[in-house]
């Protein structure tokens, strides 16, 4: 629930993780940015910034606040997953699942699905790792101490649960559509080889739903990643659809025929 009014404006956070602790917050409008409190309410997971002084009705504020956080051990927010090498060695990635309302759990936000965004998003990596987000890359700039921060273009208009990123040292494979889509589908290194069906699906389907429908897809890629610890059978984060690995890879050796019908789940997500 957000409110603004003459003297509040409110948010959401999730307390259970501790993942939005406040070091700043800051509000602008054609002055200098004032220092605002924050109120926080746990039991209904809100803050809340007050103003010292009141707010002008019909007035656009800038409200910037300064955050950090912790990743998640469960399924939702911001969390850590792990898979395992053909050598065993145990690797961690960082994913996302903000479905319904767990965005609130990574940043603050208006965190409800009525409420919608553009959203711009920067994430900063060690140079053996990617990051994906639901929009192309933009640019990569180099920080120091081996650390890279990519940018990625400005999202189309959306719900915060299908914000989504993932930050991994996957590979993928990838193919374009007719209409110049280019989807990607990404796995841990052992099991890449296993993408290829998902893939031939996936442009296979995007391709039939522009004709069929007769709309455009509205981004320029859609990649689809095969996550190992993964709740959900899938969940259809805009440009980048996470999928349990049971869901997305095939391995035609090992695999049976019944293991095909899961691109029904590829189908849905598209």
């Not at 409800?112 to 900063?124: G, Y």
């Not at 690995?245 to 189908?267: F, G, H, I, Q």
Request: glycine share 6%; net charge neutral.
């Amino acid at each position: 629930m957000i409110r603004l009014g003459p003297r509040e404006v409110s948010g959401k956070h999730h307390d259970q993780t501790r993942t939005c602790l406040k070091k700043s917050c800051d509000m602008w409008s054609s002055t200098p940015g004032k220092k605002l409190q924050v109120l926080e309410h746990p039991s209904h997971e809100q803050i809340a910034l007050q103003s010292p002084e009141e707010l002008g009705v019909g007035q656009v504020y800038l409200v910037t606040i300064e955050f950090h956080g912790k990743l998640a051990d469960g399924f939702d927010g911001f969390y850590k997953s792990s898979y395992k090498t053909h050598g065993g060695e145990t690797r961690i990635i960082a994913t996302t699942h903000f479905e319904p309302t767990s965005a609130r759990m990574a940043f603050p936000c208006f965190d409800e699905p009525s409420f919608k965004a553009n959203f711009s998003i920067k994430i900063r990596r060690e140079k053996q790792h990617i990051a994906l987000s639901n929009m192309p890359k933009t640019k990569t700039t180099e920080l120091g101490g081996g650390l890279l921060e990519d940018h990625f273009d400005v999202t189309v208009k959306m719900s915060t649960y299908l914000v989504a990123y993932v930050i991994c040292d996957f590979k993928y494979s990838e193919a374009t559509t007719s209409s110049g889509i280019k989807v990607s589908v990404y796995a841990s290194p052992d099991k890449w080889d296993q993408t290829r069906y998902a893939l031939d699906a996936a442009v296979k389907l995007l391709e039939f739903y522009e004709k069929h429908f007769d709309i455009s897809f509205p981004l320029p890629k859609l990649d689809l990643i095969a996550v190992p610890d993964f709740q959900s059978g899938a969940m259809e984060n805009w440009g980048l659809i996470t999928y349990r690995e049971t869901s997305l890879l095939y391995n035609p050796k090992t695999s049976s025929a019944a293991d095909k019908l899961w691109v029904t789940k590829v189908a849905h997500q598209v």
